[in-house]
């Protein structure tokens, strides 16, 4: 039995280890258990040869700063398990206490407290700011060659005067696009020139490339984050899917080209905790990160986890009596996150809520909220609007004036009288509003017919633009914007503009979206929207059999088991397993290395129990 530090040196440092040093791990199932794989407290033997190696732990005047995190391999026959020796304490008296980590214990403590920000990030710089548009245009186009982002408009909360009207107020439009005669082949975005606004009785100068920005892929995004911490992201469903491959992560740095070059640090998040942006990739979707050999990392959903076949029946094994111990059965309660406006304060949190208050929902297909509501009747609003469906909740009371009830985004409600596991994705929803126009009392209006993304804010990070209205002053914002998703659209889409002559304006124009949608009756674009309840929603893609297994199934099964150390290490616990004829998960296998015992077997079952 050896434990050697992870240097390049040759031959490797090697720990000295008490007489019969036999330490306890455990491997653990990701899927069933955030513990990770670890061992239990270990205590090394205070030696000057172990102090020298690691630092001199125990003294305050060393020349060296201590190393209290510890690269190394524990080893014993052909038995090689790299991992972080985490050390507790130091002292002459007591010797050294650690705990090892294998690295499927340490993939996500790397990660623990570092910012995005903190990460390297790509940086593209070009000879100037127009040569960067055309680049971007180029990839807008997906006519050659396919970026780390997408591009599509994207409204925001600051209101700037329409060039032409001093006196008329719009939402300010990132990526805003126009197109002469109606041809994507000669699509140019609005920021191309330098503009100026009247607001306020101020000038306000816009850069060239003022209000272009690109938004990165998440399958780019989760590429980089494992492989800045020393892994390799294998091709994965959001590389392939046909709608999570288009899936990106808005940003609100409406000068982020300006200066010439493209900082994709300037597009993410900066102070969110990396943990925070891979617990909302695998809340979201139902995955985890399972690292393989190598230090490559795996995708893995629960669907697959639960329904795929086994792998090895490991009935032979077993030493003793299976013990059985039930486990009271729950449901999955997933909720949203709506904290921006138009959809922030609303009442309802769930269809199910509405209903118990309401009765019913009656459904109408409506453009517009124009028409006649009638008096204490709840309606479900499916507005077309030519390209997209967007769902809400809209009430009249008698004096018929609307107000909105509920956002597009319900939560996914436990209405089986079973505790809950609830969930938490922690990204914000992503309200799809309607073109140029002002959001008024929830409601939205305007003149322009096309939908997009709403986001808030702005900030500004390359240039010292400001905006100023009659309420309220939009300084250089530094603050992040939340995690935000969207999809990007495929292909061009039509948008009309009425003019005061009465006639129409066609354009064309690049969507992004949270919800599937149909276009002049076409079938719906890709197979998922980002919401957890009605058509197409992840609950129903990557939760529906979780749910399942915690209601009908889930029994922890316990055994005593005769495994040899490398068929635990080499054991793959992402895939189910067949135990006396059960179908099971292993969630926890304890086991001492360097003697040969049985070991201790937790397992959940698969089998699920009719009601």
């Known amino acids: 039995m050896n434990i050697y530090l992870d240097t390049n040196q040759n031959p490797l440092p090697q720990l000295m280890l008490p007489a019969g040093f036999a330490p306890e791990l455990s491997r653990t199932n990701p899927f069933l258990t955030d513990m990770g794989s670890q061992s239990i407290p270990l205590t090394l033997p205070a030696s000057d040869h172990n102090m020298k190696l690691l630092g001199f732990l125990h003294r305050g005047t060393s020349t060296t700063r201590p190393s209290w995190k510890v690269d190394a391999i524990m080893q014993h026959g052909g038995v090689y398990m790299r991992g972080v020796l985490m050390i507790d304490s130091a002292n002459k008296m007591d010797g050294i206490t650690c705990t090892f980590y294998t690295n499927e214990g340490q993939l996500y403590e790397k990660m623990n407290g570092i910012k995005m920000g903190d990460l390297t990030w790509q940086k593209e710089q070009y000879s100037s700011v127009p040569a960067l548009i055309n680049v971007i245009k180029e990839v807008m186009r997906e006519t050659s060659f396919v970026a780390d982002y997408f591009i599509f408009p994207a409204m925001t909360s600051n209101q700037v005067v329409q060039e032409g009207k001093s006196d008329y107020l719009v939402n300010f439009i990132l990526n805003e696009t126009i197109s002469t005669n109606g041809l994507p082949a000669t699509i140019s975005f609005k920021g191309e020139q330098e503009r100026e606004w009247n607001i306020d009785n101020q000038k306000i100068k816009l850069p060239v490339g003022y209000g ?10 989760l590429r980089i984050l494992f492989y800045r911490f020393g892994y390799s992201l294998n091709t994965n469903m959001f590389d392939t899917h046909s709608s999570l491959k288009r899936l990106v992560l808005l940003n609100n740095t409406a000068d982020a080209i300006c200066a010439g070059y493209i900082d994709y640090k300037q597009l993410i998040p900066e102070q969110l905790d990396v943990m925070d942006f891979i617990n909302m990739i695998r809340k979201k979707f139902g995955v985890e990160f399972i690292e393989r050999a190598g230090g490559r990392i795996d995708v893995v959903t629960w669907t697959g986890a639960i329904t795929g076949s086994f792998d090895r029946d490991l009935s032979e094994y077993v030493v003793g009596h299976p013990v059985y111990k039930a486990v009271e059965p729950t449901a999955i309660a997933i909720q949203m996150n709506r904290a921006l406006e138009p959809y922030a304060s609303v009442e309802g949190t769930s269809r199910d809520d509405l209903l118990k208050k309401y009765g019913q929902l009656e459904v109408l297909n409506l453009d517009v909220l124009d028409n006649y509501l009638a008096p204490g009747t709840l309606y479900l609003i499916k ?38 596991e609830d969930i938490e994705p922690g990204d914000f929803s992503v309200p799809m509003v309607k073109g140029d126009g002002t959001i008024d009392n929830g409601g939205i209006s305007g003149y322009h017919e096309f939908v997009m993304p709403y986001i808030g804010g702005i900030r500004n990070l390359n240039s010292a633009v400001t905006m100023n209205d009659a309420e309220a002053t939009y300084e250089e914002e530094k603050e992040d914007l939340q ?22 304006i066609i354009t064309f124009q690049r969507m992004g979206s949270s919800f599937c949608y149909t276009m002049n009756g076409a079938d719906e674009w890709g197979t998922l929207n980002l919401m957890f309840t009605e058509e197409n929603n ?32 080499g054991m793959d616990l992402s895939v189910p397993k067949i135990i006396n004829g059960m179908k099971v998960l292993i969630e926890q296998i304890d086991f001492v290395l360097g003697r040969e015992d049985v070991c201790r077997v937790t397992a959940r079952t698969l089998h699920q129990f009719e009601e």
């Open 383 to 420: 507005s077309r609007m030519q390209y997209l469906l967007v769902l809400s909740s809209w009430h009249s009371d008698w004096t018929n004036e609307k107000s909105l009830i509920s956002s597009p985004f319900w939560d996914k409600a436990n209405d089986t009288g079973l505790p809950s």
């Open 212 to 221: 272009i920005t690109p938004f990165l892929r998440v399958s780019y995004i």
């Open 538 to 569: 992840l609950y129903d893609a990557f939760y529906t059999h979780r749910d399942a297994m915690l209601r009908h199934a889930n029994q922890i099964v316990e055994l005593s088991m005769k495994l040899s150390a490398e068929d635990i290490v």
């Open 483 to 504: 995690m935000m998703l969207c999809f990007s659209v495929p292909g061009w889409r039509l948008a009309t503009e009425s003019t005061g002559s009465g006639t129409a």
